[in-house]
């Protein structure tokens, strides 16, 4: 960045009346869950980042865990990790800025290569990703020979060149049954894995990841939420355990416990997930009360207004995957892909 720019990218952070200005309705918006004193904090930054994300033909995809700032300040699309791989493969940006963590900015990377993909803090990685290697999955393949591997994207790129297929915990049970087969190694989620299990007649061979986050909820925990709020409705994620799941209302993805909310209308929840999304959420459903138990992803809450701005001015930091490892985990990811298009397609057949 040249002095000039550097001048004027800081000039910029003032809260001026055009930055007032240019950002109320979005300081509306977030009023509940964002203070109407703290909005001048990030006012200056949400007004920054609007014109770099213009200047570079850039988007900012943010994954439901991000703080409101980020999720209703700046992002242009926000979802689970499917929808962002999904969003990510057809945007005509020129830049991806990914406010998740790293497997999520590999995965774009890998369905964009002709993009410039930039993770604002390369080290927003993930428990579950650091629980496999690409030789754990081979030394699998021995033991196991001729039965497919299923890699949940929460994963690094080579652990994905060595699968057969990807998933995550929106289509994990329909990869699992799409591919015809008796038995399949599940990886690297051990929760997850057990819960397609319970799901499908498909004998699901488990890896002991967790992730951190999800692990640490207890069954007495969500037994104390509901003698605690009378009449309260639980939605779990399923890298959660067992027997958490077993105490939920309901299962599914972060964006499907989001839809759920949404068709079932019901006056009280507690989403048994990461904290930013109930105050995600909640801006949404502003009728809807939530309780709201804080576990937080000390990766995702790596990446703020700041260094999402200091990413666009500096393009930094790019991620790249290495030709031969980004080939074949873009097989297993279209594969993924491929599966929910399919799924679609069956779906939008008229009943005769
Ligand atoms: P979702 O795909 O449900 O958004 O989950 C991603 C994740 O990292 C959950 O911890
Ligand atoms: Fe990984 Fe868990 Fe954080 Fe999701 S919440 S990114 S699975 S550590």
Known sequence: ?????????????????????????I??????????????????????????????????????YQTPEIYHGVADFTGDSL???????????????????HFMAETAKILSPGKTVLIPDPRAGCSLAAAITAADIRLLRQRYPGVPVVTYVNT???????????????????????????????????????YVAE???VE????????????????????GFRAGHPGIHILAHPECPPEVLAEADFVGSTAAMIRHIGDTGPRRVVMVTECSMSDNVAVEFPNVDFVRPCALCPHMKRITLPKILRS????????????????????????????????????????R
């Open 27 to 64: 300081g509306e918006r977030v009023r509940a869950v964002i203070p109407p004193l703290e909005w001048p904090v990030h006012a200056p930054y949400v007004a920054a980042i609007a014109e770099w994300k213009a200047r570079r033909n850039a988007v900012v995809l943010a994954h439901n």
């Open 156 to 194: 690094s790129a080579a652990v994905k060149a060595e699968s057969d297929v990807c998933c995550t915990s929106a289509n994990a049970v329909a990869v699992v049954e799409s591919l015809g087969v008796p038995r399949v190694i599940f990886l690297p989620d051990e929760y997850l894995g057990r």
């Open 1 to 25: 960045m040249s002095p000039r720019q550097a001048l004027s990218a800081s000039a910029a952070l003032d809260y001026t009346p055009e930055v007032a200005r240019a950002t109320a309705a």
């Open 204 to 223: 699901v061979i488990l890896w002991r990841g967790h992730c951190e986050v999800h692990e640490r909820f207890t069954a007495a925990e969500l037994r």
């Open 83 to 101: 929808a962002l791989a999904q969003y990510g493969a057809g945007t005509a940006a020129d830049v991806i800025v990914l406010a998740g963590v």
């Open 312 to 351: 666009l001015q500096e393009m930094e930091h790019r991620v790249e995957v290495a030709p031969q490892i980004a080939g074949r985990a873009r097989v297993a990811l279209e594969r993924m892909l491929a599966v929910g298009r399919r799924e679609r397609r069956e779906q939008a057949v008229e009943p």
């Open 199 to 201: 799901q499908t007649a």
